[in-house]
């Protein structure tokens, strides 16, 4: 299983980003994806999950100014990020899990149970 991150930068508070993730070595439409952030000195904190239906779940922080979504012929995940703030700045890791044909799981924690595969991260920076 390999997960490719890409579309991390430096951009100022205000500004939008899209982040990509590509995977190859899963049954891609089985998959839950997800993305999870890690600041430095921070613990690592879920950002959103898309499912297999699709649906998706956000949290309370970048719900309305972030927006996930799926391309499951190409198996890439996006993130596309709007009104960035400069404590959205961090290391940006995409992940995969699925507990079985297909997946529904709708919160962060579940979706850490099921030993989810992770990207390399990509770094984003917002400055004020």
């Known amino acids: 299983v390999q997960l490719v991150e890409s579309g991390g930068d430096s951009v100022q508070t205000g500004g939008s980003l899209r982040l990509s993730c590509v995977a190859s070595g899963i049954t891609y439409f089985r998959y839950c994806l997800a993305w999870f952030r890690q600041a430095p000195g921070k613990e690592r904190e879920g950002v959103a999950i898309?499912?297999?239906?699709?649906?998706?779940t956000y949290s309370d922080s970048v719900k309305g100014r972030f927006t996930i979504s799926r391309d499951n012929a190409k198996k890439t995940l996006y993130l596309q990020m709007n009104n960035l703030k400069p404590e959205d700045a961090g290391m940006y890791y995409c992940?995969?899990?699925?507990?079985?044909?297909?997946?529904?799981?709708?919160?962060?924690?579940?979706?850490?149970?099921?030993?989810?595969?992770w990207g390399q991260g990509t770094q984003v920076t917002v400055s004020s």
């Open positions: 898309i499912t297999t239906l699709p649906s998706t």
């Open positions: 992940a995969a899990s699925t507990p079985g044909a297909y997946c529904s799981i709708a919160n962060f924690d579940d979706f850490l149970a099921n030993i989810p595969n």
